[in-house]
């Protein structure tokens, strides 16, 4: 049984798993939107970095246990152990991505992934030469499955709910102490019985030193630090789609409460009736929205209600919400403004599938119908124009 870890380096350890998967979680965040290519690209970037996260925090446990110190690492299976772990994170991200996730595929990447990793661990510890045989309980094992796939199923989740902010981060940490946990329970099961000869028992090829093992790590850590330090430099797009946001907010709350219909900004006329500025386009009748397999479109008829999502959105069917490439400004210019209000700097609502509507604190809250109710807030500068549009506003003698 392995006591006496290293506290500093278990710690390491459980900190590389979780930078490693708030990097790869972060990564799948953008896939959305993006076209084939650069989804290929941002997949395989998850993948590599959750791999690399869990093989670099593996073997920084194995530098914080008590090992014997002529312990050496043979490559073969050092390496062999990472491309287990790379090949299957980056089958089970791809399994969940293509089609529709239901809950048996995402199931059936769980153990997949889970498997992976338990093999990885002990590949990678059968890498381990010294002066002594290697036995595990079997108990043990049957346990570090269990956890492992219970990691690979929390991990799945994360990746196809794409989270950000708060989320993001309690998810990465929650799957980095669980792929830790399965690794420390693994070990815990690891008996090192002393040869009698006191010689090595492997088969021979190339071992190196914990040392050059040391080195190894090192670099890795830099390489899941250096990718973590990026993945939190805001997008420029992000960063324009918030200023656009700020902007048609301000131009709203400009315009009178009981105005008819809110006007994209692009689209306002110029204070000489137009001059230089674009005609208006006809509304569209349909919305891009993107799927696994591709790019769909829906009816605007059967929009409810789009929401921001940093520069893409999020349109509601009645059924469910699926992501669209355009950013809530290009979504109000291109919808029929007699049929759609912006209620929100980030919310658009269809006004004839307005099932409800009630006060709440400063603002009000929109119900909108469909086989899946769903609600949305409504600021308190657009609470007049939502009941002028909906034939609620009060008469004056």
């Known amino acids: 049984m392995f006591l006496g870890h290293d506290p500093y380096l278990?710690?390491?350890?459980?900190?590389?798993?979780?930078?490693?998967?708030?990097?790869?979680?972060?990564?799948?965040?953008?896939?959305?939107?993006?076209?084939?290519?650069?989804?290929?690209?941002?997949?395989?970037?998850?993948?590599?970095?959750?791999?690399?996260?869990?093989?670099?925090?593996?073997?920084?446990?194995?530098?914080?246990?008590?090992?014997?110190?002529?312990?050496?690492?043979?490559?073969?299976?050092?390496?062999?152990?990472?491309?287990?772990?790379?090949?299957?994170?980056?089958?089970?991200?791809?399994?969940?991505?293509?089609?529709?996730?239901?809950?048996?595929?995402?199931?059936?990447?769980?153990?997949?992934?889970?498997?992976?990793?338990?093999?990885?661990?002990?590949?990678g510890m059968h890498g381990l030469s010294g002066p002594f045989a290697m036995t595990h309980d079997p108990a043990m094992v049957v346990l570090a499955v269990a956890i492992a796939i219970a990691a690979a199923y929390g991990g799945l989740r994360a990746f196809l709910a794409r989270w950000g902010g708060v989320q993001l981060v309690l998810s990465a940490v929650a799957f980095g102490i669980a792929v830790s946990g399965m690794h420390y329970t693994a070990m815990l099961g690891v008996?090192?019985?002393?040869?009698?000869?006191?010689?090595?028992?492997?088969?021979?090829?190339?071992?190196?030193?914990?040392?050059?093992?040391?080195?190894?790590?090192?670099?890795?850590?830099?390489?899941?630090?250096?990718?973590?330090?990026?993945?939190?430099?805001?997008?420029?797009?992000?960063?324009?789609?918030a200023g656009d946001a700020v902007a048609v907010m301000a131009a709203d709350t400009a315009l009178p409460e009981a105005s008819a219909a809110p006007i994209s900004p692009r689209l306002r006329p110029g204070p000489l009736g137009g001059l230089g500025q674009p005609p208006p386009r006809a509304p569209v009748s349909r919305l891009p929205v993107e799927g696994a397999d591709g790019t769909h479109f829906i009816d605007a008829a059967d929009v409810r209600s789009v929401r921001a999502d940093a520069h893409y959105?999020?349109?509601?069917?009645?059924?469910?919400?699926?992501?669209?490439?355009?950013?809530?400004?290009?979504?109000?210019?291109?919808?029929?403004?007699?049929?759609?209000?912006?209620?929100?700097?980030?919310?658009?609502?269809?006004?004839?599938?307005?099932?409800?509507?009630?006060?709440?604190?400063?603002?009000?809250?929109?119900e909108l119908d469909g086989p899946a109710p769903h609600r949305v807030p409504v600021s308190r500068a657009k609470i007049a124009e939502v009941k002028a549009r909906l034939g609620l506003a009060r008469r004056h003698a």
């Open 191 to 241: 008996r090192l019985v002393p040869s009698a000869d006191g010689l090595h028992h492997h088969a021979g090829g190339l071992a190196a030193s914990p040392q050059i093992l040391s080195l190894v790590v090192t670099l890795l850590c830099f390489v899941i630090a250096a990718g973590f330090l990026l993945s939190l430099v805001p997008d420029p797009r992000r960063r324009a789609a």
């Open 10 to 123: 278990v710690a390491l350890s459980v900190v590389i798993a979780i930078l490693g998967g708030y990097t790869g979680f972060g990564l799948a965040a953008r896939i959305r939107g993006k076209p084939d290519a650069s989804r290929r690209l941002l997949l395989a970037g998850a993948a590599i970095f959750l791999a690399v996260g869990i093989w670099t925090m593996h073997f920084v446990g194995m530098l914080a246990a008590p090992l014997p110190p002529d312990t050496v690492y043979l490559v073969l299976p050092t390496i062999a152990s990472f491309l287990i772990c790379v090949l299957v994170v980056g089958i089970s991200l791809f399994f969940v991505s293509v089609g529709e996730p239901s809950l048996l595929r995402v199931m059936s990447s769980a153990v997949l992934l889970g498997l992976g990793i338990v093999s990885m661990h002990y590949v």
């Open 313 to 366: 959105t999020r349109v509601h069917d009645g059924t469910r919400e699926r992501m669209c490439p355009w950013s809530i400004s290009e979504v109000e210019a291109q919808l029929d403004p007699g049929q759609f209000v912006r209620v929100h700097r980030s919310h658009i609502v269809a006004i004839p599938h307005v099932s409800l509507v009630r006060k709440e604190g400063d603002g009000a809250v929109i």
